[in-house]
């Protein structure tokens, strides 16, 4: 039959706050009314949500994240699968036995409970670096093969003093001349992490200024 129209986004509530692209779709998340819900578009039809009769594996795709408590989307990332960040912990998303996502082949694993802060994450090299949601710890979610899942690695456990009565409010990545991530924090300062990965060289600086960030 005929594809059915449907757009989930409409009426107060119902706007989605995160948004990535992912195995050619568009995908969007954290809504006031489904805060864990998930809507991806058509493949390759970014506009379009709608859903046919039979079900076809290129139509929309909707999936609520099942956990113990009502974790918002606070971002979403797509890599190796579509990651999403929630207030409780980090999801791994991708389909049945590593298959692309379909309508009926959704595998999410919800690989930490560490919760992330609104704030969205940089990727670099296939990895995502987000803050979690203390606002002063940045971690690096990282794919290991050898559990074939995702580990969010503390990037911070060396320069905690930096943070220390400090939130991140910002941030953005300079790639040259040095991968630099840049990061605001509330005191007006800036924490820069020089992070050069095929080499294997990060460290961390602090940097005060005479005006505003």
Known sequence: SPPKARNPFTGAGNYPSAVTFFQQRLCFGGSDNKPQTIYMSQTANFQNFNVSDPIKDDDSVTFTLASGR????????????LIAGTIGGEWSIRGVDSAPITPTSIDAQEVSNIGVAGINPIQISGRAMFVQGDGKTIREMTYDFASDTYIPKDQTVYAEHLFSGRRVVDWCFQRSPYNTFWAVLDDGSLAAYTYVLEHGVSGWSRHGTDGVV
């Open 70 to 81: 009502i974790n918002r989307v606070k971002w979403l990332v797509g890599a190796r699968s």
